[in-house]
């Protein structure tokens, strides 16, 4: 209905509305009458169509000149480009509503068909566990955290939290989610070290059991993700994997064993946008004692760039080093 140029959507003849944010109509009613328009009929009813203001932009239409509202603009956009039913919509849980809850409104009146088959509405992200603001100055953007960190570090990060879960951000807990990459990013190495060393030859009783057990893994993985995208137990199932895996295989393993496990352990990491770069075959034990020898050198020369470059490099092809008074140890994991 129009009204001084002002196009309405009467909510009241839409009969699903509110179905998305489960709120009862006439409880939302009484909450809408705290700001009255005496132009709407319901309290709840909510412009398709603004007329001209006057210093506003402005467009013709059949009711005069004026602009889109809020909602519609969203509505016409995603049905230009995306079609009349989305797969997925998402937004923040400020959302629900009134906007996505108008959204559906207007889009089902028009269509006669579902707008979205899927929601998702994502937590907050806090930085300090404080609303992170430009007013605030209380803000770090992608490329100041991936100068720092690998950027897969920065995923790992928001996948081990649920995605609906507010997020609290800071570097301490970048540190965390940095040393946990690191196992799992160790535990890589040490496989594609086994599968270059490890001989053919059947499974024994043990190694079939533990076959068994990673199908048990791979299961649990799968039905986390189907839990509504349950990311945070699935990185769980992924240090499990990795735990596991570095207790229970050693040189003397089944290569066939081996392939399996670091096969699956890749293509469940995959799902979650996890690729390990930078985890290379193994070193021989001849270039490993050259770089600790270079580290050495870069030590006594106070070049401790170079020298945490190269613990670092060796760390990412699943060598640890430990330095003690009786020289320099080290170990593949």
């Not at 992170?132 to 996948?159: A, C, W």
């Not at 053919?200 to 039905?223: A, P, S, T």
């Not at 986390?224 to 570095?246: G, P, Q, R, Y």
Request: aromatic share 10%; hydrophobic share 35%.
């Amino acid at each position: 209905y129009v009204v001084n140029g002002n196009v309405y959507f009467e909510t009241a003849k839409f009969k699903d509305y509110g179905k998305l944010s489960h709120k009862n109509i006439e409880e939302l009613q009484a909450g809408a009458r705290i700001e009255i328009n005496e132009e709407k009929k319901n309290p709840l009813d909510f412009v398709l169509w603004k007329a001209q203001k006057p210093g506003e932009p402005a467009w013709d239409s059949p009711w005069g000149k004026g602009r889109p509202g809020w909602h519609i603009e969203c509505s016409v956009m995603s049905t230009k480009y995306l079609g009349k039913t989305l797969d997925i919509h998402a937004g923040g849980p400020d959302l629900v509503f009134p906007h996505h809850e108008n959204e559906i409104a207007q889009s089902e009146a028009a269509y006669e068909q579902p707008f979205s088959k899927y929601w998702m509405h994502i937590g907050y992200l806090n930085i300090n566990n404080e609303k992170m603001s430009k007013s605030k100055g209380n803000f770090f953007t992608v490329r100041e955290i991936t100068e720092k960190y690998n950027p897969e570090v920065l995923r790992l990060f928001m996948l081990m939290a649920h995605y609906r879960s507010p997020i609290n951000f800071s570097l301490d807990l970048m540190e965390q989610a940095n040393s946990a990459y690191e196992r799992l990013l160790n535990a890589v190495a040490n496989l594609k070290h086994l599968a270059n060393v490890c001989k053919d030859g059947g499974l024994n009783e043990e190694e079939k059991k533990l076959m068994e057990k990673f199908e048990e893994y791979k299961k649990e993985f799968e039905e986390a993700m189907d839990d509504d995208f349950n990311t945070a137990d699935a990185i769980s199932v992924l240090f499990e994997m990795a735990k596991t895996s570095n207790a229970n295989l050693s040189r003397n393993s089944s290569k066939k064993l081996v392939e399996y496990i670091l096969d699956m352990f890749l293509k469940l990491s995959e799902v979650l946008g996890l690729s390990y770069r930078g985890v290379e075959t193994e070193l021989n034990d001849e270039e490993i004692l050259a770089l600790i020898e270079e580290r050495q050198k870069a030590r006594k020369e106070k070049n401790w760039k170079l020298a945490d470059e190269i613990r670092d490099r060796l760390r990412e092809k699943g060598i640890i080093l430990e330095d003690t008074p009786e020289g320099v140890r080290w170990k593949r994991v």
